[in-house]
């Protein structure tokens, strides 16, 4: 245990995703991007599709997260989402093609009939691609 960090936890239905001590964590909510450190208020938000970061020892993560719940109190955090990746084990080419791929589609008159779904995919393919992009460099 370190009394100088936050205790994080990433967690879907299936697993964890990740559980260790940061320094940093930076998510999307549903009102706007916020970031937690040491001592952080209790909170609990709504999160939307976006990216999470976390920094540790001057080790930054990143994870396409697919909305869900945040919540932090007493330095101990968790994050709960239907899914949620880990850059590094996204294909940054694949991300990449699927990102393309929907921003295509949003453009065709046939996208307007369905457009909420096809908004949705092309946000989870967003993050999946700014996570897997972030995460290479």
């Known amino acids: 245990m370190s009394e100088n960090k936050i205790h994080f936890k990433i967690i879907t ?7 260790g001590y940061v320094d940093e964590i930076y998510l999307k909510g549903t009102d706007g991007e916020f970031g937690v450190l040491l001592d952080h208020a209790p909170l609990m938000s709504t999160l939307d599709i976006g990216v999470t970061k976390i920094i540790s020892d001057n080790k930054t993560d990143y994870f396409a ?3 869900g719940i945040f919540q932090v ?3 101990s955090a ?3 989402s239907e899914d ?3 850059g590094q084990n996204i294909d ?3 991300a990449k093609s699927e990102k393309e791929r929907l ?6 008159p046939e996208a307007q009939q369905d457009i909420k ?7 989870m393919a967003l993050a999946r691609f700014k996570a897997a992009m972030n995460q290479k460099n």
């Open 13 to 19: 239905h299936e697993k964890i995703i990740f559980e």
């Open 65 to 67: 997260t697919m909305g």
């Open 73 to 75: 109190i007493n330095n």
């Open 78 to 80: 968790v994050l709960l």
């Open 84 to 86: 949620v990746e880990y």
């Open 92 to 94: 940054l080419a694949a």
């Open 103 to 108: 921003e295509a589609r949003i453009g065709s």
């Open 117 to 123: 779904n096809n908004e949705k995919a092309l946000a």
